[in-house]
């Protein structure tokens, strides 16, 4: 199917889409925006504090990220057995993702605890590795409570409830700056905890917006036929390990990209911390942009699930074309976006100088980055919706691990660039993570038409 405003059937897809992806983009980058709002006000606390909350990101990011890979499988599947009213299959699901969680929730908050002892063995600053302590102390006690939103977030969207997805992410941004205010700089009601309040904030906003979640879940028409087939008891066996199948080498090519980032992240801090922040401030708006085509990836999953259940494989493959035209128009302006709104973006830091301006450079690379990291989450995301996981994990790891990695060390320290050379080296993983799903996306939606 070609992009074509003449074919009903590519109108109808495009409408569609922008239906369902218009919330989902909102509530990505308002989502997000909870990270640049802890981001910006840290760093007016200085330099050290901006760079001790990147280091601590960047690990949590890695448990996090691979967190989402696996839950990521639900929302597709929930949508194809609502449509095929395979109701109690659902509730199989949601029960295996509460395991994932309960399994795992504990082990990593228990590691990000010990954070200053394993910072250092990532080549950190003591000042550095301070901060990033500071923040872990509260922050390691939401890690529960993440897992249970991306729960949440996966049944209701795979339900087709994607207006709560906006509505919580405008929610979540608005509450986070009021207790940011407070607990990062301190006010008439509670005196100022530094690094340290950014997380207390972030707590407090979980446990309000998983109680409105829960509400929605308890209360949600589209969910009407999934309550009543649910019941608290352990998942049925084989949908549990059927979920961890497809969910785990999900999990693990995320894990791999993120190691990707976080090893980039850790090279630069070995650096200078003053690189660092640099860093941080670029990886925020390249992330803040990142959220459209994700946005857009994720409902583009949700609607394959129900192609597959109604249309079929020979649909799909028609449709997946049409949706990669729309992912590179938007990031042609994204890049844009990045090149032109870039100097207002790192005002808003008040950075020092020197950071300023090695941040302008960086962003440079972004645009070209973006392009090619929104093609990368669409083909990953329909190949999550195929169940074909097990193949993009291979590539993922080749990618990132087997390549990235060392063309960011070769880059960046070998030859000499510094930073401007991780970066190139990223940029480069990226591009060749985003062909090979491409290749791989175009063999199996072939072999299924």
């Known amino acids: 199917m070609q992009l074509n405003l003449r074919n009903p059937n ?167 700056i009021v207790f940011n205010y407070h607990f990062i700089f301190g006010s008439d009601l509670v005196g100022g905890q530094g690094v340290r309040g950014a997380a207390i904030a972030t707590f407090l906003v979980m446990i309000i917006v998983l109680s409105l979640h829960l509400l929605v ?84 999953g949700v609607r394959s699930g129900e192609i597959l259940a109604n249309e079929g494989k020979e649909y799909l493959y028609k449709t997946v074309k049409m949706w990669t035209g729309v992912i590179a128009f938007t990031q042609v302006f994204t890049g844009l976006f990045c090149f032109f709104g870039g100097p207002f973006f790192i005002s808003l830091y008040n950075p020092e100088p020197s950071v300023a301006k090695l941040t302008q450079n960086l962003l440079l690379i972004t645009c070209f980055l973006l392009f090619g990291d929104g093609l990368l989450i669409l083909f990953s995301i329909i190949l999550r919706a195929c169940k074909d996981t097990v193949a993009s994990f291979y590539r993922l790891v080749f990618s990132f691990m087997l390549l990235g990695i060392p063309l960011m060390l070769l880059f960046g320290l070998s030859l000499g660039f510094g930073t401007i050379g991780v970066w190139m080296g990223k940029c480069l993983g990226i591009w060749i993570a985003a062909l090979l799903l491409f290749f791989r996306t175009r063999t199996v939606l072939r072999q299924r038409a």
């Not at 992806?21 to 910006?40: A, E, Y």
């Not at 209360?219 to 087939?229: E, I, M, Q, T, Y």
């Not at 649910?230 to 049925?236: E, I, K, Q, Y």
């Open 10 to 176: 590519a109108l109808f897809e495009l409408k569609k889409i922008a239906s369902m992806s218009w919330p989902m983009v909102l509530g990505q980058m308002l989502f997000f925006s909870v990270v640049l709002t802890d981001n910006m006000m840290v760093g007016r606390l200085g330099t050290a504090e901006l760079a001790g909350l990147a280091a601590a990101m960047s690990l949590f990011s890695f448990f996090n990220v691979t967190s989402i890979g696996i839950f990521a499988v639900a929302a597709p599947q929930y949508a194809k057995n609502r449509q095929q009213e395979n109701h109690d299959l659902n509730v199989d699901i949601f029960l295996s993702s509460l395991s994932v969680v309960a399994l795992f929730s504990a082990p990593i908050g228990i590691l990000l605890l010990f954070s200053r002892s394993i910072l250092p063995l990532l080549g950190q600053p003591d000042i550095t590795v301070h901060y990033a302590g500071e923040y872990f102390d509260v922050f390691a006690y939401s890690v529960p409570l993440y897992g249970l939103w991306y729960v949440f977030r996966q049944l209701t969207e795979g339900h087709g409830n994607f207006g709560f997805t906006g509505v919580s992410g405008l929610l979540t941004f608005v509450l986070n």
């Open 217 to 300: 879940i308890l209360k949600d028409a589209r969910l009407k036929s999934f309550r009543k087939a649910f019941c608290f008891r352990l998942p049925d066996k084989s949908a549990f390990f059927s979920f961890l199948r497809v969910g785990v080498p999900s999990g693990g090519g995320l894990a791999a990209e993120l190691s990707f980032f976080v090893v980039g992240t850790m090279v630069v801090g070995y650096i200078s911390y003053k690189d660092l922040a640099a860093h941080q401030i670029a990886f925020n708006m390249m992330a803040f942009l990142y959220m459209i085509p994700l946005g857009l990836a994720i409902a583009c």
